[in-house]
C-alpha cells in the first residue's frame, strides 16, 4: 500500500510539474486598447484634474510608460502603421476615406503574424483601413470582427454594424457593447492563447455618450484649458472627457474579467491613442492638435502592462513609434518575424523586460498632407524646418535653428530623403478600384461614401464616411462606383434605402457592363434623421437614419473591372430614394 501511495504521489508531481511547465511555455495573451481622437493630456496618470482614469491609469501605474511615444496626425494612417510597422505612405494609405485609408494588399498584418503562430484573433470596433474584402479586417488576419470599416460613425447609440460582413444592429452604446464582445471572445479562447484588439470610436466626434457620464461634465468648471491663442470650446472638451470616462470604466471591466479568469498575470495589454486630441484642450502645453505634425497632434500615451515580465513603474524616455509596435509585440510574445517583412519599426522590447531604458540614436517621422516633421530624441524639426529643442520646449515657441544651423540642415536632409524613399508626396491619381467577389469571402459592402454621385444627387454631408445620398430627382441622376470583380459568380443584390409615401413605386436599376437588375420600391420608408437628441456638442458629420433593406434580386457578373451604376428608370413622385449601402452577397 505505501508502494501505491508513492508511485500516486510521484505521479501527481509529474502531472502538476508537466501543468506548471505547461503554464508557463503558454504564448502570452495580447489585448490592444486604442481610442480615437484622444489627446495625450486626456488622463489623469498625465496630470490633467479634469478627469478621473483610474483604471487606464491603472496600465502605467503596474506596467511600462513609454513617456515619448508618437503617431501620425490622423486615424487611418496611425492604424496602418501599428498594424504593419510600416510607415503609412509605404502602403498606399493616402486618405482617410472613400478608398484612400486601405492598406496595400500583401502586406503582413499584425494579426496574421500572430494568426500564424497559433493565436484566436479578433477586432472589435472602428477598423478604418478598408471596408470591401481583401482590405477587410477578416481578411488581413481577424477571425471575428464587430465594428464599422468606415473613419466615423454616426451615431453611437445602437448603430448599424459589420459583424463578419453581415449588416447587424448595435446593442447599446457602441464603446460598451464593442467591449462586451470583447470579454465574451476572451472567455471563449481562455484557454488559448489569443490577441484581441480594441479599436474604440471615441472620443472622436459625433460627441455622444450616455447621461451619467455627461451628468458629470455638464456643468462643471475645467480646471485646466487649453493655453494657446485659439479658442477652446468647453462644451466639445467636456463631452471628450465624458467620453474618456466611459472608456476607462470599461478598461476597468476588462481588467476585472482578467483577473477573475486567472488571466491577469500571462496578458500583455496595450493601450494608445491613434493621434492628438480633436479639439482645442489642455494638452500638456505642447503645440498642435490632431492633423498636425507638431508635437501635441502626434504625440500619445504608450501604456504596457505584463506583470509576469515587465516591472511595474517602469519609464522610457526612449523615442519610440506607431511603426515599433508589431515587432515589439512579436518578440514580446517570441512570435517569429520573417525577415522578408523588412520593417520600418523599432523592436524595443528588451527596455520593457530588462527595465533599463538604454536610449538610441534614431528618428521618428511624422506626415500629413503634403507635410513631414520629424522627431529625434532631442530636436524636432517642423514642417516649416524650424528646429526645436523639445527637452526644453514642448511647445515649440523658440525656434533654435539659427544658433544650430548644422543640426538642422542634418535633419533636412533626412526629412527630404524620407519623403522620396516612401514616396509621401506623391500623387495618387490612379486610384485603386473598389473589389467585388473576393475569392474566400462572401460578402462585399459598396456604402455611399465610396460612390461617385451624378446629377442632382447629394451628400448628406461634406464628409463621406457615415454619409448617404439624397435630392435623387431625376432619371438622368445616377451613383457609380468603378469596381473590380475579383471572382466571377451570381451575387444577391441588396439594397438599403429610405422612400417617402409619396414616391412609393420608384424603380431602380443595377448595371455593370451588359448586366442589370431592376428593383421597384414598394414600400415607404421615411425614418426621421438621428443624432442630434444625444449629441452634447453640435456635430460636423452627418445625421443618419436607419435604412431599410430590400433584395434587388440576383446578378451574374463576370470577372474585371468596369463601371457599377445605380440609377432610377422610373419616378412617379417628386423624387427617387435616399441611398445608404449596397450588399452583394455570393450565391
Known amino acids: 500500500m505505501k508502494l501505491f501511495y508513492l508511485a500516486l504521489s510521484l505521479l501527481l508531481l509529474t502531472e502538476n510539474s508537466c501543468a506548471k511547465k505547461e503554464d508557463i511555455q503558454r504564448p502570452p495573451n495580447v489585448i490592444f486598447i486604442l481610442t480615437d481622437d484622444q489627446g495625450w493630456g486626456d488622463l489623469s496618470y498625465h496630470g490633467n484634474t479634469n478627469i478621473a482614469t483610474p483604471y487606464i491609469d491603472s496600465i502605467a501605474y ?162 485646466m484649458t487649453y493655453n494657446g491663442e485659439e479658442e477652446e470650446d468647453q462644451q466639445f472638451t467636456k463631452a471628450a472627457l465624458a467620453m474618456v470616462e466611459n472608456i476607462d470604466w470599461n478598461v476597468g471591466r476588462l481588467n476585472n474579467h482578467l483577473k477573475k479568469a486567472g488571466l491577469n498575470e500571462n496578458t500583455i495589454v496595450v493601450f494608445m491613442s491613434d493621434n492628438g486630441p480633436n479639439g482645442w484642450r489642455w494638452n500638456g502645453g505642447m503645440r498642435g492638435k490632431k492633423g498636425s505634425t507638431d508635437e501635441g497632434g502626434v504625440k500619445s500615451p504608450l501604456f504596457i502592462k505584463w506583470p509576469e515580465k515587465i516591472a511595474a513603474g517602469s519609464k522610457f524616455k526612449q523615442i519610440v513609434g506607431s511603426v515599433d509596435l508589431l515587432p515589439t509585440l512579436a518578440n514580446l510574445a517570441e512570435v517569429p518575424l520573417a525577415d522578408s517583412l523588412n520593417l520600418d519599426g523599432m523592436d524595443f522590447s528588451s527596455n520593457l523586460i530588462i527595465g533599463e531604458d538604454k536610449v538610441i540614436d534614431r528618428v521618428i517621422y511624422n506626415h500629413w498632407q503634403g507635410n513631414t516633421s520629424i ?68 460578402f462585399t459592402h459598396l456604402p455611399a461614401r465610396d460612390g461617385v454621385a451624378h446629377g442632382n444627387i447629394e451628400r448628406s454631408n461634406r464628409w463621406p464616411n457615415d454619409s448617404f445620398y439624397t435630392n435623387w430627382k431625376s432619371l438622368n441622376d445616377s451613383i457609380t462606383w468603378d469596381v473590380d470583380v475579383l471572382k466571377a459568380g451570381t451575387f444577391e443584390v441588396f439594397l438599403y434605402y429610405s422612400c417617402k409615401l409619396e414616391d412609393v413605386g420608384t424603380e431602380i436599376q443595377l448595371q455593370l457592363n451588359n448586366k442589370s437588375i431592376t428593383t421597384i420600391i414598394n414600400e415607404a420608408h421615411d425614418p426621421p434623421l438621428i443624432g442630434a437628441k444625444m449629441d452634447r456638442s453640435p456635430r460636423m458629420e452627418s445625421f443618419v437614419k436607419y435604412f431599410k433593406a430590400t433584395k434587388m434580386g440576383e446578378i451574374s457578373i463576370k470577372k474585371g473591372s468596369g463601371q457599377l451604376s445605380l440609377k432610377a428608370i422610373n419616378i412617379p413622385g417628386n423624387s427617387s430614394i435616399d441611398f445608404r449601402l449596397l450588399n452583394f452577397k455570393r450565391l
Not at 536632409?413 to 475569392?439: C, D, Y
Open 62 to 223: 503596474q506596467g511600462a510608460v513609454m513617456e515619448n511615444f508618437f503617431v501620425q496626425p490622423v486615424c487611418s494612417p496611425t492604424r496602418a502603421e501599428l498594424l504593419t510597422g510600416l510607415y503609412y505612405p509605404r502602403l498606399g494609405v493616402y486618405s482617410t476615406s472613400a478608398g484612400g485609408e486601405r492598406i496595400n494588399l500583401g502586406i503582413a498584418t499584425i494579426a496574421e503574424v500572430f494568426k500564424s503562430a497559433g493565436y484566436s484573433t479578433a477586432a472589435y470596433g472602428k477598423w478604418h483601413n478598408g471596408t470591401q474584402p481583401p482590405y477587410h479586417p477578416l481578411s488581413r488576419g481577424f477571425d471575428d470582427y464587430y465594428g464599422f470599416c468606415s473613419g466615423h460613425w454616426g451615431n453611437y447609440f445602437s448603430p448599424m454594424l459589420d459583424h463578419n460582413g453581415k449588416i447587424v444592429q448595435g446593442k447599446g452604446f457602441l464603446v460598451d457593447d464593442l467591449f462586451n464582445h470583447g470579454l465574451e471572445f476572451i472567455e471563449k479562447n481562455q484557454n488559448n492563447p489569443f490577441f484581441l484588439m480594441l479599436p474604440v470610436n471615441t472620443p472622436h466626434s459625433p460627441m455622444q455618450v450616455p447621461d451619467n457620464y455627461w451628468d458629470k461634465f455638464q456643468n462643471k468648471k475645467l480646471e
Open 375 to 442: 522627431r529625434t530624441q532631442k530636436y524636432r524639426l517642423d514642417k516649416e524646418n524650424r528646429l526645436y529643442d523639445m527637452d526644453n520646449d514642448r511647445g515649440q515657441t523658440t525656434d533654435i535653428s539659427e544658433n544650430a544651423a548644422p543640426i538642422r540642415d542634418s535633419l533636412i536632409v533626412l526629412k527630404t530623403n524620407w519623403e522620396k524613399e516612401v514616396g509621401a508626396l506623391e500623387s495618387h491619381q490612379k486610384e485603386r478600384l473598389f473589389p467585388i467577389g473576393a475569392p474566400g469571402y462572401g
